[in-house]
């Protein structure tokens, strides 16, 4: 069973859930995995379109019932250090990113879900524990690892996240 590691943490506009992961790989090739939509389709899902801030891009939620497509759009992307997405649909705002860092021996991986909306605050008991397994499919696509279960995230983890 995995184990929650992610926090709620205040800010100025609401909260952040954020959730760190650490990986032994050269910061490069996690950048690599995080942006190349070849790459992206081993954890998250592959998108089409074309790079760059401000630009929109097709994305397909591989792991998602259906497998649906939605539209994000790029809000910043600084390689190899920090990726920023968002998307809107009916319930509101999405707003996500991912800051790696170059330890030295390993690279952070430090995922943001920006809390914007009383929707996303009341849902954290169903958002936190999804991004735990995405953030752990991040890890097995860099590691070669098997894949987590969604069921072992859900609903195992929303207690934690409802707390």
């Not at 954890?43 to 539209?71: C, H, K, S």
């Not at 809390?115 to 696509?141: K, N």
Request: charged share 20%; hydrophobic share 35%; with cysteine.
């Amino acid at each position: 069973m995995p184990m929650p590691t992610g926090e709620i943490v205040p800010t100025e506009d609401g909260r952040d859930l954020v959730i760190t992961r650490s990986l032994a790989l050269p910061i490069e090739q996690v950048w690599g995995r995080l942006t190349d939509p070849d790459l992206t389709a081993g954890w998250y899902g592959t998108w089409e379109g074309e790079p760059g801030a401000g630009n929109m891009i097709q994305v397909q939620l591989r792991f998602e019932d259906g497998q649906p497509w939605t539209e994000m759009r790029i809000d910043d992307c600084t390689p190899p250090v920090r990726l920023a997405v968002s998307s809107a649909d009916q319930i509101g705002l999405w707003r996500m990113e991912v800051t790696l860092l170059d330890t030295g021996t390993a690279t952070q991986v430090r995922l943001v879900h920006h809390l914007t909306s009383e929707y996303q605050l009341a849902e954290t008991s169903q958002i936190g524990p999804g991004w735990e397994y995405y953030a752990d499919m991040f890890v097995a696509a860099c590691t070669n690892t098997e894949r987590p279960d969604f069921a072992d995230y859900y609903p195992a983890l929303a207690e934690h996240y409802r707390e």
